[in-house]
């Protein structure tokens, strides 16, 4: 700060020689003193009196050196948003005729360098769909409505939670800055709708297969019921007449009743298993369609749609 000093005094002193474009200030004797004792304090490593003797210059008026100076003996005392301030301020306050505005931008910005580089920074983050919840590194996630957070220079990730949509990004920090992101969850296309009417195939063939297997139950039943029914008894009244001796009834006779009855005993058997694991299949078939995801369920129709003729043809052969 001395090269301040020396410009200031230089300034008091001397007399304008000419008229400048901008219209430049003129500190008085008490503003100059007051801004001398705070550079002699920063210098010494006095920066509360540094401080105190700045904001004391200032209530004279605005001069851009005494916010730069105001502005360094800030940050050196850890006051980075108070530095931040007054350097702002240094940029736009009025300017003395020595040293020269852009002498002062100049230092201003080799000042702002040591702001970004080790002050904190700000992250105004919030989030599309609006119920997003958001996490900062390894902080724990909250609700992204757009919020501030401290965070240290440099890259930090970002990450964004909505439903089972998920987001990750990288973004950096710059220290005495609010940096403002919006986190966005890609919209994945949704699956199309089946248009109206339609059915999902793996649905279509469950009903079907079931229709089949109910089918034949039925009409082993009804053969149970007739056919089967009529041979067992005509071998019961054979096997009475057997034992009571009738002559109309002889053992061959017997054996080829019995044995008719027995091979329709073993049909409706079969037709009535055969028939529940049919009936058993196309009701898994319709579960599985209800219970998997729709674009699931119609590939495994699909599948099987090849094969549709050959399947329908031997079920009902059977």
């Keep these: 700060m001395r090269w301040v000093t020396a410009t200031v005094v230089a300034l008091v002193l001397a007399t304008p020689a000419g008229t400048s474009a901008e219209q430049l200030a003129t500190p008085g004797p008490e503003q100059v003193r007051l801004y001398l004792a705070g550079v002699e304090a920063h210098e010494t490593g006095e920066f509360a009196t540094a401080i105190a003797s700045f904001r004391a210059a200032l209530a004279f008026g605005d001069l851009n050196v005494v916010h730069l100076g105001l502005g360094r003996s800030l940050f050196a005392s850890g006051d980075c948003s108070g530095a931040v301030e007054h350097y702002r301020k240094a940029a736009d306050a009025p300017a003395v005729e020595s040293p020269s505005r852009e002498k002062v931008e100049d230092r201003l910005g080799d000042y702002w360098e040591e702001v970004h580089g080790s002050c904190p920074g700000s992250l105004s983050l919030k989030g599309e769909p609006d119920d997003m919840f958001v996490a900062v590194d390894d902080q724990p996630a909250v609700a992204c409505d757009g919020s501030s957070w401290a965070l240290k220079p440099g890259p930090h990730q970002i990450h964004g939670f909505a439903g089972e949509g998920r987001v990750e990004a990288v973004v950096h920090v710059i220290g005495g800055e609010n940096v403002e992101f919006i986190v966005v ?60 001796g009738a002559g109309s ?21 079969t037709g009535y298993v055969l028939s529940g694991v049919v009936v058993t299949a196309g009701l898994v078939m319709c579960a599985t369609s209800w219970w998997m995801e729709e674009e699931t369920g119609a590939a495994i129709g699909l599948l099987l749609t090849p094969h549709g003729v050959g399947l329908t043809a031997r079920v009902a052969a059977w």
């Design 185 to 244: 969850l890609p919209v994945t296309a949704a699956a199309p709708e089946a248009p109206p009417g339609e059915v999902d195939p793996l649905l279509s063939w469950g009903v079907g297969v079931a229709a089949v297997g109910l089918a034949g139950f039925g009409t082993t039943l009804v053969l149970d019921l007739t056919l089967q029914r009529d041979r067992v008894d005509e071998y019961e009244t054979t096997r009475a007449a057997y034992l009571a």
């Design 249 to 269: 009834a002889n053992r061959a006779e017997l054996m080829t009743r019995e044995q008719r009855a027995v091979t329709g005993a073993r049909g409706v058997i």
